[in-house]
């Protein structure tokens, strides 16, 4: 297994092991948060109210659909050879990463996400200097797929976690 093969198999791992802090912490977090960030940040209220009234089975389920997203990309990068979806799933991931270290700086404390992001950000580095090392994709390209992954994600994000919330009430009454 070469080096780039390696990188790109680490993908949905790291994003997982991300998440699973977000899953963990997240609504403990909000519930003790959310208004003081409302009132420092007003800009915020709107996302934190639609984010912020999942509870962790929604939210997990919302991580999921991502996942399952990422680990079909990475997949298609491994068996095909073809990177471009991967490569913007790794860089949507890696621009994830940094927001949540600026957030957690001007909240001026943790937030959810940010002790993973930490752990994570040197391989973000790392990989990206390595794919513009080898010539893998340029900067120009980067830049454009990072437009397309922030674009795609953000998207998906909120469809997603509009209809998880639902989806979870769905299943628990199914389940009864």
């Known amino acids: 297994m070469n080096e780039f093969t390696l990188l790109i198999c680490l993908l949905p791992i790291l994003f ?3 998440d699973f802090e977000e ?4 609504r403990v977090w909000l519930d003790h948060h959310k208004e003081e960030i409302c009132l420092k940040f007003p800009f915020m209220k709107k996302a934190l109210n639609m984010f912020g009234n999942l509870n962790t089975p929604a939210f997990s389920l919302a991580v999921l659909e991502e996942f399952i997203i990422i680990s ?5 990068a491994l068996v095909f050879n073809e ?7 790794f860089l949507t991931f890696s621009i994830h990463l940094l927001m949540h ?3 957690s ?3 001026k404390g943790y937030i959810p996400a940010v002790v993973t992001s930490v752990i994570c950000l040197p391989y973000s580095i790392y990989t990206l200097l390595l794919i513009h090392e ?3 994709y340029n900067l120009t390209e980067s830049i454009i797929y990072s437009l397309i992954g922030i674009i795609f ?7 997603i976690h509009s209809i998880a919330g639902k989806l979870y009430k769905l299943l628990a009454n199914k389940m009864k």
């Not at 899953?23 to 997240?26: C, D, G, K, L, N």
């Not at 079909?72 to 298609?76: D, E, H, S, W």
């Not at 990177?83 to 799933?89: Q, V």
């Not at 994600?153 to 469809?159: T, V």
């Open 23 to 26: 899953i963990i912490f997240s």
């Open 134 to 136: 080898k010539g893998i």
């Open 72 to 76: 079909i990309f990475t997949i298609v």
């Open 153 to 159: 994600f953000g998207a998906n994000l909120l469809l």
């Open 105 to 107: 700086i001007a909240i």
């Open 16 to 18: 997982i092991f991300h």
């Open 101 to 103: 270290i600026i957030q």
């Open 83 to 89: 990177t471009d979806l991967w490569y913007i799933c």
